[in-house]
């Protein structure tokens, strides 16, 4: 769990590290609601919000800041707390 006030910048920090083919799913505290980062390719994320809206983006690492910070507020208008999960797929 991370505070929300400084999740971009933590969450930018993951996904780069995170290799192709894995993603990072950030949850609220009840997992009623999610924002899950996909990195499909180099510099390459699909990002999919489920939750208030369902939506699909996909977005390069300059991108992803921005559009984070914009989803992070819908999704997660009350929560002080976000659920972080990386989710590795076998290579």
Known sequence: MIDKAGAV???VTRVKQLPIG??????TFKRDRSVVIFH???DRYLITEKGFER?????????LRKLLKTLLKREFPRSNKIRVREVLTGQ
């Open 9 to 11: 910048p933590s969450i």
């Open 22 to 27: 894995s993603s990072l799913d950030l949850l």
């Open 40 to 42: 499909a390719e180099e």
């Open 55 to 63: 939506h699909t983006f996909e977005t390069d690492i300059k991108g």
